[in-house]
């Protein structure tokens, strides 16, 4: 009964032929569309960072997600220079010795910022209170899904669900 089309803004010039493809699967269902929609960053010691501080910032990234290269995208549109890239398999488990290759090589780049995703960020709990040395910190991308079309129509109809 309904569509709902994530990071339709990076990948604007495939929409038309995927929302064709779709109304021939269901041509009464409702299409919406939403982009990951940056909110802030913020360091495990709670330090948070405008958004806007990236521009211009040579990064470091590094994930464990199914689709790195929107990650990527996400952080370059926000105008970071991305001068390395760590990416992992999706749900990775991450080691001490992962976390020590990407820092000394971040080390070696003079690159003493680096951003990853909320997802994992939760599976690095263990490198909290560590802390990296030489002044390099972990920044964690915060994002929402922003509904961009037909957001009222989708919110109707879910709850048209419960006034049944």
Do not use: M, W
């Not at 409702?30 to 360091?43: A, D, F, K, Q, T």
């Not at 010691?45 to 990527?72: H, M, P, Q, Y």
């Not at 899904?145 to 669900?161: D, G, M, V, Y």
């Amino acid at each position: 009964d309904i569509f709902v089309l994530t990071k339709t803004d990076l990948e604007e010039k495939n929409l038309l032929s995927l929302r064709e493809r779709l109304r021939k699967i269901n041509p009464q269902a409702l299409i919406v569309e939403s982009v990951h929609h940056p909110v802030e960053l913020y360091g495990f010691n709670g330090v948070k960072a405008r958004l806007e501080e990236l521009k211009g910032r040579t990064v470091c990234l590094f994930c464990g997600i199914a689709d790195a290269v929107s990650f990527e995208k996400t952080v370059r549109n926000l105008g970071a220079l991305i001068a390395l890239k760590f990416p992992f398999p999706d749900h990775y488990d991450y080691r001490p010795e992962d976390i020590k290759r990407i820092a000394d090589t971040c080390i070696k780049q003079n690159i003493r910022t680096i951003i990853t995703t909320e997802k994992d960020a939760v599976r690095l709990s263990a490198f909290r209170t560590q802390g990296l040395k030489s002044g390099i910190q972990i920044f964690i991308l915060r994002i929402e899904i922003k509904i961009t079309k037909n957001e009222q129509e989708f919110f109707n109809r879910l709850s048209a669900l419960f006034d049944r």
